[in-house]
């Protein structure tokens, strides 16, 4: 499992691990792991000794970083000058330590001999702000940040993108954009939520000793294979297909029979034994998927399940309006995806006894909380907590970064790490509610059928495009082989 803890905790964690070790030994640490990133970064493209390397430096202990593993980097061969963000401010001791070793100490607004390099530097190193910073960045800084990274050199953040909000992923103004982002002791939650991850670029993370300090919640965290594979439901040798669970799916219309197939696609490649299809696209289902147990008429008639899915192409009609009452009103675990969402109420679904996930994208996101498709977007971890904490239900809140969030205090918000941007196509979202409807329907808990099903999704997507477009039904024919992959 991959952690992200927030700024208070990470501040508290390094407090209790400073009062035992030496003054100054935290920064020392996290200065070594720096300089060796930087120094495999320019090894890459050619060698440390006689590199040139920038760095941006603010006003605090980010810098302080930077300075120190200037000094070191100086000290292998590197020519390195530090760039003050504010005139004649920056770490005390990193930036004695950095002109001990032979580097150079400079203010941003200075014409200097070093302006001559910025078309020929190597390793450009963010260390403005880290998690002290707030807001985005300061004009100043912008500035500095736009004249040094014109020319493309690599860039490396320290801890955090400079002008990202540590705790959200929010990017409120201006932020540098890494290639790579060295951080300290612990994963921060914008390294894992875009907008701000995607300015991250390759995470490292550098053990600092940090560890043992850090509660046993993190606020974010994310599923690996292993985490993944130990979730994957596997019959028994006295399975049948009723007790592997049957899945429901109340999905498309005469207008979008296309949304019944796909969403039946996902969910027979979800583990559950038989699909049972309620609804007026059983033809063009049976046509794809004979294996399905279709049904005509209303859901509350099509027999038994141990889990539903309602919503892909249902429309707005009114037996969309009568498949959500039905489903809604029964006592087992409900996805809502798509059309679905629009006619629900918060109050119905507060009051069910059993689980119920809903499936949003940030259109239908902000539809439901009331504010902006951009709000969302913008402030996504907000926005997953608030529908969790109204509605009383499981939240998958889908987009460019994946999170699932519970109405259970104190449960961490788990966030997808497959994907692709490929999957931003017609009807793979009916895919994955499928997908996940049959998890759900196999017994897996709400918060792990959504994020097991978010993450096979996405790794079927990867796999089906491998750096092609992909149509959404590529994606439910490569569940099988993203299944093994996680079980290999
Ligand atoms: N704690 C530890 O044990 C360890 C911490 N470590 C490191 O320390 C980092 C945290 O250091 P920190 O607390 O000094 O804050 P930091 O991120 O340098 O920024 C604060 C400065 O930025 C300024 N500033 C703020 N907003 C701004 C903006 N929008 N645009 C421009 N400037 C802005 C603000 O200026 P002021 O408001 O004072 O004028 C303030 O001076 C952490 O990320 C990690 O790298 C590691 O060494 C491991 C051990
Ligand atoms: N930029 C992106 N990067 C990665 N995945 C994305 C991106 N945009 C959308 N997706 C994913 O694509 C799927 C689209 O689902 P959805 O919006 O419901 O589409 P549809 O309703 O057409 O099925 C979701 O799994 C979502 O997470
Ligand atoms: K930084």
């Known amino acids: 499992m991959r952690t992200a803890y927030s700024v208070e905790t ?6 209790a691990l400073m009062a035992r070790l030496p003054e100054g030994a935290l920064m020392q640490r996290a200065a070594a792991g720096l ?10 493209a050619g060698r ?7 760095l941006l430096v603010g ?3 980010n810098g302080g970083d930077a300075l120190y593993a200037g000094a070191r980097l100086a000290r292998r061969g590197a020519g390195v000058v530090a760039v003050r963000a504010v005139p004649g401010r920056a770490h005390e001791g990193g930036s004695a330590a950095l002109l001990a070793a032979g580097g150079r100490v400079v203010d941003g607004g200075e014409s200097t001999t070093h302006q001559d390099w910025a078309g020929r530097i190597d390793l450009v190193v963010d260390a403005i702000t880290g998690i002290g910073g707030r807001g ?12 040094y990274t014109a020319h493309g050199a690599p860039v490396v953040a320290v801890d955090l993108p400079s002008g990202v909000e540590a705790d959200t992923g929010e990017v409120p103004g201006e932020a540098v954009r890494a290639d790579a982002t060295v951080t300290f002791g612990a994963y921060k939650p914008a390294l894992l939520v875009d907008p701000a991850a995607e300015r ?20 974010l965290e994310a599923l690996q294979y292993a985490d993944v594979a130990a979730l994957l439901p596997v019959p028994a040798a006295e399975s049948d297909k009723y007790r592997r669970g049957v899945v429901g799916i109340a999905a498309g219309s005469a207008r979008y029979p296309g949304a019944a197939v796909l969403a039946v696609s996902g969910a027979l490649r979800g583990g559950a034994g038989a699909v049972r299809y309620a609804g007026p696209g059983g033809a063009a289902v049976i046509a794809r998927h004979p294996e399905t147990l279709v049904h005509a008429g209303r859901p509350a008639r099509a027999g038994r399940v141990q889990a539903w899915v309602v919503g892909p192409g249902l429309g707005d009609g009114t037996d969309a309006v009568a498949a959500v009452s039905d489903i809604l ?6 996805l809502v995806d798509a059309d679905g969402l629009r006619l629900l109420d918060a109050e119905v679904v507060r009051a069910r006894t059993a689980p119920t996930v809903l499936t949003p994208h940030a259109g239908e996101a902000a539809a439901l909380l009331g504010a902006r498709r951009e709000e969302v977007e913008a402030g996504r971890l907000a926005a997953v907590r608030e529908l969790a904490a109204r509605f009383g239900a499981t939240v998958l809140l889908k987009g460019s970064t994946t999170l699932i969030a519970t109405d259970t205090p104190h449960t961490p918000v788990r966030v997808n790490p497959t994907g692709t941007g490929w999957l931003a196509t017609a009807g793979s979202g009916d895919v994955l509610s499928g997908l996940t409807g049959s998890l759900l329907a196999a017994g897996l808990a709400p918060l792990d059928a959504a994020s097991a099903g978010a993450y096979l999704h996405g790794l079927a997507a990867r796999r089906a495009a491998d750096g092609s477009p992909l149509a959404a039904l590529d994606v439910a024919d490569a569940i099988p082989a993203a299944w093994r992959d996680v079980r290999a």
Not at 10 to 15: D, F, G, H, L
Not at 329 to 334: E, G, I, R
């Open 200 to 219: 991250a670029g390759a995470l490292r993370l550098v053990d600092i000793g940090l560890g043992a300090e850090l509660p046993g919640v993190p606020d």
């Open 59 to 61: 006003t605090g202990d």
């Open 10 to 15: 990470v501040r508290a964690a390094e407090q």
């Open 48 to 54: 440390v000794y006689g590199s040139r390397v920038v």
């Open 329 to 334: 009103a029964t006592d087992v675990p409900v």
């Open 136 to 147: 985005g960045l300061r004009p100043d800084a912008a500035g500095l940040v736009g004249r």
């Open 35 to 44: 300089a060796a990133a930087c120094a495999d970064l320019l090894r890459r």
